[in-house]
């Protein structure tokens, strides 16, 4: 099978922008979620989606917000960039989202804002 | 915000000797996993111990879980310069419907030297 797949790799904005990053789980898996990772933060849990449904969020503000598709994929935006958004943002992808299985991790797409 | 801390920060180590690296966590939880990290890309999963669990292992890898003291190591034993890498512990606390939301700890930067 293929692996969790993301796009784009690397993007760069400047502020008050918008951004849109995309997320592809492993066929059959009907769990995404997204994660930041900063230096000074370290990684953080954005939110979680399960079959179209968000099940879980963190503690971000309004301006992350995310869906999921019926085939799977996921979509994360963040509106009205700010500097402190640039960060590596990890999508991870599990069958069930039973919280006791493995999560698959995508590459990353990493955002930098000018 | 992140679960718990891991010490230590960065280590430092020749080829064959062994690495061990600890973990503390904060609340409850369910089960506790660790992940790998090489150069910023995306987390590989290492292995997952559950709450009941207090020991296991998989391959060089042997993971402890002591609830009463809400901590957690691994131990990569031969290590090799491939294990050069940051290594995250990540707990899931589904009683408060964490699911698969992962906490992460800070994470130990592993260095092996040839």
Redesign the interface.
Known sequence: KAG?TQTPRYLIKTRGQQVTLSCSPISGHR?V?W?Q?TPG?????LF?Y?SETQ??K??FPGRFSGRQFSNSRSEMNVSTLELGDSA?Y?C?S?AS????E???????T?LLVL | ??QGEEDPQALSIQEGENATMNCSYKTSI??L?W?RQNS??????LI?I?SNEREKHSGRLRVTLDTSKKSSSLLITASRAADTASY?C?T?N?FS???????????TRLAVHP
């Open positions: 969790v769990s979620s994660y990772q933060q370290g990684l953080q849990f979680e399960f099940r879980n963190g503690n590596l990890l991870a599990s989202g039973a919280g006791e493995t999560q698959y991790f995508g590459p990353g990493r | 915000s992140q369910n089960n996993q992940y910023g890309r995306g987390l590989v999963h997952l559950r995250f990540a899931v589904m419907g964490g699911y698969n939301k992962l906490i992460f700890g800070a994470g």
